[in-house]
């Protein structure tokens, strides 16, 4: 063998050795899908067992707890994940108890981010999925049907948190009396730039423009108070725009609003967003990019507030990878891959200058950024050595996080002990993301070969499941295709009333 033979052999030896470039059969991939399988099950069954009609399930004490709003969060949280996963009867099942059963007409203060992303996107979802898991149809689905209208009237519950003077949103509601007395005006960046994909679905299905109008002036409010550099601070004023945490970053109390950005720009074909998204990434690349690291800096002048690595941050390698930025991804996502392996998880923040979790952010409560951002990455390009990823994270959660009646959160990722709370994107994201990443088959990967067709009125059919699916940041997938199908419908029906 030649000096350059031996070279070019060496190369490939040593990427072998570095990235895990084994070979996974298709065997292999079924088996761990499986595996990912029965720990959603284990996860799901023990929350209507022991939790249910609680929020959330409490995996060491083996109980329930209300968290977010006492409206079975868990429950409309998972209902997509049972179709991704194939379980079309326990879906009916479950439907038929959240349509009659399930109220919305309540007197308590709830989030409006997390009801609007956990429990309106999950509403979406689960009607956009009604055909697929052989639900029995309303004339005019997919612009119409129970889930449709109950979604709407959670979102109907959220508007009044819009009514302020900039159109950005208080951060708390009431579902019954509006936006309570004495309420802080004062919110993050995501809780203003994360419902253009939710709200943007409703409007296009229901034909009421008023969601994604809201969702949109919200938006483009928010824009109009970047700095002169071009960052977002943390928080803000929703009242006047004031900032009031200036700290720019791409996590914690920013990150789904530039998630939306992109999503929004694509589910909803608006290319301002997807400007809007251009036009800060220039100053994220310039001030908070430092060796593949994504640091938080001041939001006026761009000197570094806090050297540190959140793991809610794991998401941007898959953004990234939809605006077509793969390597730029692989390479952030090996960063986070080595927080991963030194510790068996991702603590919440990790400083980076001095390679060691930050004192009180020590847990690691079953998050699923780092498995969505392997999917993404791994459905472009096939890599093993994502897989390789992803089968740790599955690994590091069956060996520290299981419990008799769960999974539990990591209450210290150096010490592995756990904490007895299991929240509902366990259901939703984790267990869904890692178990796209095993089954490359999936409907939701879907790139276009096969689809259907539904007629919404006499003689007017329209695709639905060609692929394309978004997920909003709690794992839901929205079709493109249905909301097609019905902003043309609406837009026929009135085109005839106006005659």
Not at 62 to 70: H, K, N, P
Not at 434 to 452: A, T
């Amino acid at each position: 063998m030649n000096n350059a033979a031996k070279l070019i052999s060496l190369v490939i030896v040593n990427l072998i050795a570095v990235t895990g470039f084994e070979k996974y059969t298709k065997e292999d991939l079924r088996n761990l899908r499986e595996e990912v399988r029965q720990m959603f099950d284990h996860a799901y069954s023990s929350y209507l067992f022991h939790a249910y009609p609680y929020d959330e399930l409490r995996p060491i004490s083996c109980d329930g707890v209300d968290t977010w709003g006492s409206y079975s969060l868990s429950l409309i949280d998972a209902l997509d994940t049972l179709v991704v996963m194939g379980n079309y009867s326990e879906f009916r099942r479950v439907v038929e108890i959240v349509t009659n059963e399930i109220y919305f007409d309540a007197d308590i203060n709830v989030s409006v981010f997390e009801t609007n992303i956990r429990i309106l996107g999950g509403l979406l979802s689960a009607h956009l999925f009604s055909k697929r898991a052989g639900l029995a149809l309303e004339e005019e689905w997919p612009c119409n049907g129970p889930l449709l209208r109950l979604a709407e009237d959670v979102a109907k519950r959220l508007l009044p948190a819009f009514d302020t003077a900039t159109g950005m949103p208080y951060g708390t509601v009431n579902l019954r009396h509006g936006v309570p007395h004495g309420e802080t005006s004062i919110t993050c960046t995501a809780g203003v730039g994360t419902f253009i994909l939710e709200f943007g679905t409703l409007s296009r299905l229901t034909g009421n423009p008023i969601y994604e109008e809201t969702a949109l002036r919200a938006l483009h409010a928010l824009r109009n108070f970047r700095s002169p550099i071009g960052l977002y601070g943390n928080h803000l004023d929703v009242t006047n725009g004031r900032w009031t945490a200036q700290d720019s970053g791409i996590g914690a109390g920013v990150d789904s609003y530039f998630e939306y950005l992109v999503k929004g720009a694509i589910l909803l074909q608006r290319p301002e967003l997807m400007e809007m998204f251009h036009e800060t990434k220039p100053a994220i690349d310039s001030y908070l990019k430092k060796d593949d690291w994504y640091l938080w800096v001041s939001m006026m002048k761009g000197q570094v507030t806090m050297p540190v690595f959140q793991s809610l941050e794991a998401y941007w390698p898959g953004v990234l990878s939809l605006i077509g930025n793969v390597s730029e991804g692989l390479k952030s996502i090996q960063n986070y891959k080595l927080v991963w392996k030194h510790f068996g998880f991702t603590p919440e923040v990790f400083n980076i200058l001095q390679s060691e979790i930050s004192t009180g952010r020590e847990g690691y409560p079953l998050r699923p950024e780092l498995a969505e951002s392997v999917m993404y990455l791994y459905k472009v390009t096939k890599d093993p050595a994502l897989l390789d990823i992803g089968i740790g994270i599955l690994r590091s959660i069956q060996h520290s996080a299981t419990t008799p009646c769960g999974y539990a959160t990591i209450k210290d990722a150096k010490t592995h002990t756990q904490e007895d709370r299991m929240e509902s994107f366990f259901l939703s994201e984790l267990t869904k993301y890692l178990y796209l990443l095993f089954d490359p088959d999936n409907f939701i990967h879907n790139p276009g070969g096969h689809s259907s067709f539904v007629e919404i009125e006499s003689g007017k059919q329209c695709i639905i499941g060609a692929g394309g699916y978004l997920f909003n940041t709690e794992a839901h997938p929205l079709d493109p295709g249905a909301l097609e199908c019905c902003k043309n419908f609406h837009s026929h029906q009135n085109f005839k009333e106006s005659c």
